[in-house]
């Protein structure tokens, strides 16, 4: 979860009496938005690797980012000046945006869409396949907070530093998506102090919005929301949708997400179902158990005194319960093993956001068996 309260510096316009003609001097723009001056001369320490899991296979991307644009976009001033009174709605937009389309970041953005391209033409990926994977790519850059800044970073420092926290990951994932055509938004939850991004979809909007819900933090599904996020919370309010992109480009994988999403849903209710009643079961046995050890308690001392007749007695009904107990323990077993690869499935569906189509067969198989 991000620091959401940016730090914005209001700077308020002495009201007086100016002749008409001088008015021309003072005038000053509405807002300065955060911008970078690139430092010429800067290094970079070192220019990360980032290797990702996507679609059964590993993927390497690298690039070299211009330092000195890196160097400007540390050294910049991230806050907002605003020359006017404007509400909340309309300020908040503009300064997320100032970070997304700096300028100076382009030739970065350039590069690191042509490393994404490579994989894309080279495995074939379609509009959806190939979201998913720029989406994965920005989901496994570690996530980062920082207590002691409040400001979102530029895109290309959080590249650069491989981490950032959810805003700083929804700016990078957004300006990637807006540059390739998609139609792609913010979503800012001002309550929850959470950042996530929407892109345009036939079928899986989120709320009151016709975006597929993308979360950034970590590597999930197109579509599916956290139940929770960091900490326990959940996001209970309507979203502030900030138009990054306006392209044609949109999700049309739904029908498969919302099936995974049924698969896990029913796969966590077997779950419950199959933990209650193994508990059960778990106690019928103990009590069988104590049943059988009373019976032999019995039955030894008949032995021992020469009472053959009543021992073959007991013996029939001790028999008898160890069958039961028996066939009980199978049973308990069989729902044991159940129970794993009910778990085993939730988990790899779960953990599968990074091969969609595969995880949608799995998901498919088990909802149709």
Sequence with gaps: MMAMRKRILFLVLLAAAIGGACLGFFLRPEFVPPAIVPLEGASLNQTPVYTLLFEGGMET????????????AKAADRSLHLYTDM???????????????????????????????EIRDRRGLDDDRYLELIAVFVQSI????????????????????????????????????AREGYGVSLLYFGDENHMAVGVKSAGCGYRNTSFAYIET??????????????GGATLSSDPLVIPVGEG???????????????????????????????????????????????????????????????????????NRMAGDYNQAVDAYNALLDEAERVVDLHNDLAAGAHDRPASYIMARAYLCG
């Design 248 to 318: 044609e480009r949109s999700y049309t994988a739904c029908n498969q997400v919302q099936t995974i999403e049924r698969a896990l849903s029913a796969l966590r209710d077997r779950a419950a179902v199959i933990e209650t009643e193994l508990e059960a079961r778990g106690r019928e046995i103990e009590a069988m158990r104590d049943a059988l050890d009373a019976l032999n308690a019995r039955m030894t001392p008949l032995l021992r005194a020469g009472d053959i007749s009543e021992y073959n007695r007991l013996v029939q009904d001790y």
């Design 87 to 117: 509400p909340e709605e309309e300020w908040i937009p503009i300064y997320y945006l100032a970070f997304i389309n700096e300028p100076h970041q382009e030739p970065f953005y350039a590069d690191l869409l042509g490393a994404l391209r």
């Design 217 to 230: 933090t970590n590597v999930s599904y197109v579509g599916i929301p956290p139940a929770t996020l960091s």
């Design 142 to 177: 570690p996530y980062e907070t920082d207590a002691s800044v409040s400001e979102p970073k530029f895109p290309i420092e959080t590249f650069v530093d491989a981490a950032g926290d959810c805003d700083d990951k929804s700016l990078l994932l957004a300006g990637l998506l």
């Design 61 to 72: 991307i690298r690039i070299d980012p211009d330092p000195a644009v890196y160097a400007g």
